[in-house]
DNA sequence: TATTGTTATACTCTATAACTATA
DNA sequence: TATAGTTATAGAGTATAACAATA
């Protein structure tokens, strides 16, 4: 087991010290949707602070460096590649619209498509953007070598392609 | 890099095949973020199919997981296992309180404190929430060796842990 | 003063269904 | 008929602030 914890065998103590006793995290720690949680909330909280005052959510920012990487792209395209809904890109688009980052151009060789292209202050916010990310990130890669980082990588990405 | 591609080139052809294009994902695959979120993703979307039908939510899931396994934990320290606020545990004890699988009962050493007991009818559903959830689980976890897996999970603990 | 549980509010992410305009 | 974008609604997860009861 990941996490070492199976004690039980009826614990009745009085409640002397109950915020530091120790918990029995049962089969918990056998499950992979558990510690990826745990990853996500981490994640989650460090980027809200560090990136605290900026423009952009993390589906944004994922969107505006698709966008900025492939000009011309489609809402559904993007929506494939970032495997969200097609309904979810509008307000997400939206967004970059309003933030002058992106702007829509409707295709004229198929006028139900809209074709993507990052502004110039789009492409100078990504820049900016991706070095607070990689920050950001830093703080939990940096426990990691190249190589055990490079090995978690690709065992996440088998867990969802294919 | 985790995801080999990295094209550009002034991609110009016409949007013939459009949905098939090779897409540019940039910096993205070099983000632990990415790759969590997508894994959540997939998680989070094969649970509530399998699990569909059930008076349960993942987090609801994991608290009933922690009282049977330690009787009489309050709420605040539910809420430190799971790292999530003291607030979001109140709704989450009614959820449960209400499907008649837990009880709050008050602490007669500390009056403010709640302890939490699961009834039978809990430790009955966890049980058999127990056996869906790894069932669940198998789709992605069927991906490894035992060893890979336990390496997986070694990683990500370490991400969230100290 | 500090802690436990509570209430209230807000924001993010995702899902689904139905609509429009185009193909 | 099918596709791209849109609108609307819903549910789940998290954050924050303020409050009452109790320590």
Redesign the pocket.
């Known amino acids: 087991m990941a996490n070492g914890r199976k004690s039980s065998s009826g614990r009745k103590s009085a409640n002397v010290e109950?915020?530091a006793r120790e918990l029995d995290y049962s089969f918990l720690p056998e499950l992979l949707g558990f510690h990826i949680?745990r990853v996500?909330?981490e994640l989650?909280?460090d980027f809200?602070h560090r990136l605290d005052g900026e423009q952009i959510?993390?589906?944004?920012f994922s969107a505006l460096a698709l966008i900025v990487a492939n000009p011309g792209i489609?809402?559904?395209?993007l929506?494939r590649a970032?495997a969200?809904?097609?309904?979810?890109?509008?307000?997400l688009?939206?967004a970059l619209e309003k933030n002058g980052w992106a702007v829509?151009k409707r295709s004229v060789?198929?006028?139900?498509?809209?074709g993507l292209t990052a502004t110039a202050a789009g492409r100078r916010a990504l820049e900016r953007l991706r070095k607070a990310m990689f920050d950001h990130e830093k703080k939990f890669t940096g426990k990691f070598t190249a190589k055990e980082f490079q090995a978690l990588l690709l065992l996440l990405q088998r867990l969802y392609l294919g």
Chains 1, 2 share one sequence.
Do not use: Y
């Open positions: 109950p915020a949680r996500q909330i989650w909280r809200v959510r993390s589906g944004e489609s809402q559904i395209e929506s970032l969200v809904d097609k309904a979810h890109m509008v307000a688009l939206d829509r060789e198929d006028r139900r498509r809209h």
